[in-house]
T-cell receptor
Framework: QKEVEQDPGPLSVPEGAIVSLNCTYS??????FMWYRQYSRKGPELLMY????GNKEDGRFTAQVDKSSKYISLFIRDSQPSDSATYLCAMSAWTGNQFYFGTGTSLTVIP | NAGVTQTPKFQVLKTGQSMTLQCAQD?????MYWYRQDPGMGLRLIYYSASEGTTDKGEVPNGYNVSRLNKREFSLRLESAAPSQTSVYFC??????????????FGPGTRLLVL
């Protein structure tokens, strides 16, 4: 079993929709959670990071962490065609230098 | 402030040839990483360097070597390229954010095709 599981999609939504992207993990040592956005033929770009359970909001993006269920989500409100990309979740333990990534979810927002 | 830079952007090799992928960061980060990204496999860690002078194997180190030349630079070498090493290679560095935990930043990637 992989340490981080992410539904690869693809996910296709109309412009303006609310998008929900999710990851589950198995290692209870993970305390630090990140979401990256990756446009085609580009490197991953850090979107948000959080280390606590609950919600963290940044503009149209909300990251949600439920440590009891080992489940994290990224919500995108009022989705735009420019949000079309692959979204990767990542996590790490509080100590150590390694980061563990999901395989990514491909999102297309249709105008 | 260029962040993480990688060279070359694209390379074609024949089986058995060698090459070195270069990476540099200007964020004064201690830790640097090499990943490969393949369809359906996500990002897989090849090697990482927690600080200047140290390197450690990741998930898929076979067929690769690394050198942490100084704090800024971390290179990845393929001694004898194989078609299975066809992939997109990303370098990353990580440093402490205000939360006190390291966060990774990625370079633009090197696309490698081994024939």
């Amino acid at each position: 079993q992989k340490e981080v599981e992410q539904d690869p999609g693809p996910l296709s939504v109309p412009e303006g929709a609310i998008v929900s992207l999710n990851c589950t993990y198995s290692n209870s040592a993970f305390q630090y959670f990140m979401w990256y956005r990756q446009y085609s033929r580009k490197g991953p770009e850090l979107l948000m990071y959080t280390y606590s359970s609950g919600n963290k909001e940044d503009g149209r993006f909300t990251a949600q962490v439920d440590k009891s269920s080992k489940y994290i989500s990224l919500f995108i409100r009022d989705s735009q065609p420019s949000d079309s990309a692959t979204y990767l979740c990542a996590m790490s333990a509080w100590t150590g230098n390694q980061f563990y990534f999901g395989t990514g979810t491909s999102l297309t927002v249709i105008p | 402030n260029a962040g993480v830079t990688q060279t070359p952007k694209f390379q074609v090799l024949k089986t058995g040839q060698s090459m070195t992928l270069q990476c540099a960061q200007d964020m004064n980060h201690n830790s640097m990483y090499w990943y490969r990204q393949d369809p359906g496999m996500g990002l897989r860690l090849i090697y990482y360097s927690a600080s200047e002078g140290t390197t450690d194997k990741g998930e898929v180190p076979n067929g690769y070597n690394v050198s942490r030349l100084n704090k800024r630079e971390f290179s990845l070498r393929l001694e004898s390229a194989a078609p299975s090493q066809t992939s997109v290679y990303f370098c990353a560095s990580s440093g402490y954010e205000t939360l006190g935990r390291e966060t990774q930043y990625f370079g633009p990637g090197t696309r490698l095709l081994v024939l």
